[in-house]
Antibody
């Protein structure tokens, strides 16, 4: 059973960079076959896909966030990370990490972590 | 910016059948399979249906999915109180810039 767990600061100041890490257990990122993804959900709103990374380091980002997003992977630690720069209050959301099959579905999700952007 | 359109709400009494629609376009639902998620309050979404009509292990057969053209639907038969949740459809989108995973606007199901 694959499990994912987000970690990182719950409070970030405006204009700073939001940084989160997802630790994967029960499966190896380096075995390939999946896109390791970040999704966010603004309070009381729907789901927004941020982007993904493949074990090789290939990435793809939502065009609406592309200029501010970097997703990286550390296969030795079985972790992948999200950096979102120049944050504003509009980036306040619950951030989820997840595993996505390239042709079907996001099947496993982390529990999510609330990140608040405030001074 | 949700690309797939769902009704904001749906409701039914225990035992009834409830259906949720999901409308997309040729680049997402028209080209790829549809998935459905259930999100209980304060929890992460849970995969309910994948590849249009497949249920992951452990999902009751009260939940079923279908797809036709650029639309899809989720049906809940024999509605139960524990089905009260938000439901989202989703699909890969073959955008010009690369594959995007797009979600529906979400439907809140209320058990009366």
């Amino acid at each position: 059973q694959v499990q994912l767990q987000e970690s990182g600061p719950g409070l970030v100041k405006p204009s700073q960079t939001l940084s989160l890490t997802c630790t994967v257990s029960g499966g190896s990122i380096s075995s390939g076959g999946y896109y390791w993804s970040w999704i966010r959900q603004h309070p009381g709103k729907g789901l927004e896909w941020i982007g993904y990374i493949y074990y090789s380091g290939s990435t793809y980002y939502n065009p609406s966030l592309k200029s501010r997003v970097t997703i990286s992977v550390d296969t030795s630690k079985n972790q992948f990370s999200l950096k979102l720069s120049s944050v504003t209050a509009a980036d306040t959301a619950v951030y989820y990490c997840a595993r996505a099959h390239p042709t079907t579905a996001i099947d496993y999700w982390g529990q999510g972590t609330l990140v608040t952007v405030s001074s | 910016q949700s690309v797939l359109t769902q009704p904001p709400s749906a409701s039914g009494t225990p035992g009834q059948r409830v259906t949720i629609s999901c409308s997309g376009s040729s680049s997402n639902i028209g080209s790829n399979t549809v998935n459905w998620y259930q999100q209980l309050p304060g929890t992460a979404p849970k995969l309910l249906i994948y590849s249009n009509n497949q249920r992951p292990s452990g999902v009751p057969d009260r939940f079923s999915g279908s797809k036709s053209g650029t639309s899809a639907s989720l049906a809940i038969s024999g509605l139960q109180s524990e089905d009260e949740a938000d439901y989202y459809c989703a699909a890969w989108d073959d955008s010009l810039n690369g594959p995007l995973y797009v979600f529906g606007t979400g439907t809140k199901v209320t058990v009366l």
